[in-house]
């Protein structure tokens, strides 16, 4: 058995020490043929020289550095497709994801199910805001997404190679691995647990626009429902208007006085222009993520590979 854990870095000098302490007496405690793939966009602080530190003892830590800063999502692909384990892990550095979850995640693999998806029951640290924007994102993206994402799972997950290799196939741009791994499917299990804080430091990613940012990945890559709402409120306020112009005859044709006037006619004016605002940006939404797809940049440009026998400059495959 060959384990692969991938774990996206950036900025995380700290942690690392203390993430490996943890973690490698668990991964040999259930096989010596392990890699630990870290996946680092470049850091202003010492994030490269603490892993290669570490690899001088341990020839199984692997690094991974981009030529830019590409963000968590290329990364995590990055890692996943360079690695060779007969099982992948994917899981952050900060020790949110407890490494003592291995076990029982391997356990649920060797089972027979392809992924094991640990999810969260309480999240120790994070500010309500971003709390609350999560639960509404996922209740809204379940609602109206063509594939259903367990609420409250995060990137951390078991994959079997040959899911990897079916979510790597995929080669979309947006990096929402909760959404591919939902596309790809196969025999899925859950497994709870209760999210601790960090261990050291403050997170890199921005709480509230980069759950937002997940949100619309989710939203738009996986759902047209967007587009189906904006006619639909096209429709609703065209037969609004159709309605008003009718009452409005009415009091002509009856004598009466039209009290609502002029306030009347700025608010429909102010509501329709909000709403073809909403549609437009709907429309760009969707335009914006299929120039990203029909361009085909590559997702990330590996600068250096450590511990890799074929080192593979792009995502070309």
Known sequence: MMLSIVVPVYKEEKNIPEFLRRLQPILSGH???YEIIFSLDPSPDRT??????????????????FSRRFGQPMATLAGMQYSSGDAVVVMDVDLQDPPELLSEM?????????VVLPQRQHRTGEPWLKKLVSA????????IADVQIPPNTGDFRLMSRRAVNEIVRLKECHGFLRGMVAVVGFKQVIIPFDRPPRFAGQTNYNRFLGSLRIGFN?????????????????????????????????????GWEILWG???????????GGVQLISVGILGEYIGRIYEEVRARPKFIVDRAEGFEKIQMTNDN
């Open 262 to 272: 002029n306030p009347t006619l700025v608010m429909l004016v102010s509501f329709l």
């Open 218 to 254: 989710g939203l738009f890559c996986f759902s047209t429902y967007a587009l189906t709402l904006a006619t639909k409120m096209g429709f609703i306020i065209a037969g609004g208007s159709f309605l008003l112009m009718a009452v409005y005859l009415f009091y002509k044709f009856m």
């Open 48 to 65: 490269e020289e603490v892993i290669l530190e570490h690899r001088t003892a341990d020839d199984r830590i692997k690094l991974l550095k």
């Open 31 to 33: 096989t010596e043929d």
């Open 136 to 143: 509404i994102g996922y209740k809204v993206i379940n609602k």
């Open 106 to 114: 391997i356990a649920k693999w060797r089972e027979g199910y392809e």
